[in-house]
Nanobody, 124 residues
Framework: QVQLVDSGGGLVQAGGSLRLSCVAS????????MAWFRQAPGKGREFVAG????????YYADSVEGRFTISRNNAKTTVFLQMGSLKPEDTAIYYC?????????????????WGQGTQVTVSS
């Protein structure tokens, strides 16, 4: 079992920045990839960014490419999502997720553990 606690959301003006964090505990010695998803009101949960177990490869949705950066610490217990040039359409609940594999995949159904979510609101 892996427990994930995500934090760092808030209210920010368009063009601003936020940094989300996700702390993993429990069975963290197994190789696992991490990702961030988001869900806006009335929409499905979508992939935002992912990072491999080693941290050597990262993946981004087209909508955030060049504005968001995902990273993880050397102990591989914390994952960050640095969000910049925020837009009102980035408003959503952001969830971190992990899967018991070193590789990132895009479908949300391929993730085994989820954080509780953190609200990000971008005002225009």
């Amino acid at each position: 079992q892996v427990q994930l606690v995500d934090s760092g959301g808030g209210l920010v003006q368009a063009g601003g920045s936020l940094r989300l964090s996700c702390v993993a505990s429990g069975r963290t010695f197994s190789p696992y990839a991490m990702a961030w998803f988001r869900q806006a009101p009335g929409k499905g949960r979508e992939f935002v960014a992912g990072i491999t177990w080693s941290g050597g490869r990262t993946y981004y949705a087209d909508s955030v490419e060049g504005r968001f950066t995902i990273s993880r610490n050397n102990a591989k217990t914390t994952v960050f999502l640095q969000m910049g040039s925020l837009k009102p359409e980035d408003t959503a609940i952001y969830y971190c997720a992990s899967r018991i594999s070193s590789a990132v995949q895009y479908p949300k159904g391929n993730y085994d553990y989820w954080g509780q979510g953190t609200q990000v609101t971008v005002s225009s």
